[in-house]
């Protein structure tokens, strides 16, 4: 009886697999997103206790209350400084300024305005607007791991695989540059480029790979030549 149920599993695991599609997975080619700019992503920060209560007072006097402010420092890379307070590392029971200085690892041309992507892996990540006049709006926080134009629109890849923790989304950004969640993925997306069809690879942690069509559907495949580095 033991075998059966050893041969029965393995029979269903080999029929599950054949309901993917298997597709040529090509490769990745750059060359076909004139208008994104990918960047070797970072971040620099340093943490002060002076000027804590005028940064505080500032942030209040904000039209939109919020903990934290953004700068742009460089509009070609997207570069920009992020501040906000956290607890001193240098005396107990005393609140401190975090600046961090952060490179985002993609940046997309939109005319006059651009949106730019960072990922700090278990720390977070955000998702930004730059308008024409160099003011930075909050899209979203989240690790983003890629974008890409689509027929119907700009959309994002984004998750997280850390410790127990292993998922992914894709969301779509409207024309008011707000994000609505499509589908989740398998996993976190390691990989993701266009294929000859106008459709959308997206390879996740450990394995398994999606794809979303030009018309915006979502589908699993098993890639029978996968080239990516």
């Known amino acids: 009886m033991k075998y059966f149920t050893i041969i029965a599993l393995i029979l269903s695991f080999n029929s599950f697999a054949n309901v993917f599609e298997k597709i040529n997975c090509a490769s990745y080619e750059p060359t076909k997103h004139l208008n994104k700019t990918v960047l070797k992503g970072t971040v620099k920060s340093e943490v002060t206790e002076v000027g804590v209560k005028e940064f505080l007072e500032s942030t209040q006097n904000d039209s939109k209350p919020r903990i934290w402010k953004l700068e742009l420092l460089d509009r070609a890379t997207g570069k920009y400084k992020k501040s906000f307070p956290r607890s001193s590392p240098y005396s107990d029971e005393k609140t401190a300024i ?63 695989a850390h410790l127990s923790w292993n998922y992914g989304d894709i969301h779509f950004i409207n024309s008011d540059f707000e994000i609505e969640k499509l589908y989740s993925l398998v996993g976190m997306p390691v990989s993701t480029w266009h294929l000859e069809s106008g459709a959308l690879l997206i390879n996740s942690y450990p394995s398994g790979s999606q794809v979303l069509t030009k018309n915006g559907y979502m589908k699993r495949v098993q890639c029978i030549a996968n080239k990516a580095n």
Do not use: W
């Not at 490179?103 to 005319?111: A, D």
């Not at 305005?113 to 607007?129: M, V």
């Not at 308008?131 to 984004?158: A, C, H, Y």
């Open 98 to 160: 975090e600046h961090q200085i952060i490179q985002p690892h993609v940046v997309i041309n939109l005319g006059k305005k651009s949106i730019t992507a960072s990922n700090n892996g278990e720390f977070g990540g955000e998702l930004l607007l730059i308008d024409e006049n160099d003011k930075i709006t909050l899209i979203e926080r989240m690790n983003v791991k890629d974008i890409f134009e689509m027929p119907f629109g700009l959309v994002v890849t984004s998750g997280l």
